[in-house]
């Protein structure tokens, strides 16, 4: 179950619940109604001393490990139990909401934002075009500098990106059709992905290729 969903679902959680929610385990519905699972997320002598065995053990690697789990777990108790009192961990007390603006603000749960479709698809074009580009220049022995204009008009370069799944549609089509496919572009949307290609605006591929057999087959932008 994953948090935020836990938490729509819950008006008000427990002391134990929200302990358990704080260091970040994520768990099914009945393995927050453990009240015993929550234990190993306080305080406790033993675990104190088994943490110390561990460094008498020689095993410095995974003392350094267990002690730096152990500071945070009894931090973050200590953070807990003074804004929500441990007096009755296993009783629905502190409301939902409350709880989760305040776990924000000490910097607990972070929302990560919704990844933007659009942009991972057009990054994945841009690689396609530059791996297509890379072969067409490779195989090109005209011994002529390309401008931007005749590559998106290449037959040769357009076909090969239909091969590897980018389709450039036709010139005339209308450049605002809501019904396009994420994989299809434009001559003029291909055009702006080589001219961010050539100079270097997104990444360094253009300028780690061969100038002679590959960035000289290109006129120069800057």
Same mark, same amino acid.
């Given at each position: ?8 679902? #819950?008006?008000? /959680? ?10 970040? $385990? ?8 453990? $009240?015993?699972?929550?234990? /190993? ?47 009755? %961990? $296993?009783? %629905? ?20 934002? %919704?990844? =933007? ?7 994945? =074009? ?31 370069? /357009? ?6 799944? !980018? ?29 961010? !290609? ?5 990444? =360094? ?8 057999? !590959? ?6 932008? #800057?």
């Amino acid at each position: 179950m994953k948090l935020f969903t836990f938490l729509k679902e #819950h008006e008000k /959680i427990s002391f134990n619940q929200a302990l358990i929610l704080l260091n970040g $385990a994520i768990f099914t519905g009945e393995k927050y109604e453990d $009240a015993n699972f929550s234990e /190993i997320f306080k305080p406790q002598k033993g675990k104190s001393e088994r943490v110390d065995k561990i460094k008498l053990d020689g095993n410095i690697e995974l003392f350094e490990l267990e002690r730096k789990q152990y500071f945070e777990q009894f931090k973050t108790y200590n953070l807990l139990v003074a804004k929500y009192d441990d007096n009755t %961990p $296993a009783t %629905p007390t502190i409301e939902t909401q409350e709880f989760l603006k305040w776990a924000i603000s000490k910097g607990f749960f972070i929302k990560s934002k %919704p990844t =933007n479709l659009k942009t991972v698809q057009k990054d994945k =074009n841009r690689e396609i075009i530059q791996l297509v580009l890379l072969d067409f220049l490779e195989q090109s022995t005209s011994g002529k500098k390309y401008k931007t204009s005749e590559l998106i008009n290449s037959p040769r370069f /357009i076909k090969s990106l239909k091969d590897n799944e !980018i389709i450039v549609t036709e010139t005339g089509e209308d450049v605002n059709k809501g019904d396009r496919e994420s994989n299809e572009m434009t001559p003029r949307t291909l055009g702006e992905h080589l001219v961010t !290609i050539f100079k270097c605006s997104k990444s =360094n591929w253009w300028t780690e290729q061969d100038k002679e057999s !590959i960035q000289d087959k290109v006129k120069k932008y #800057h």
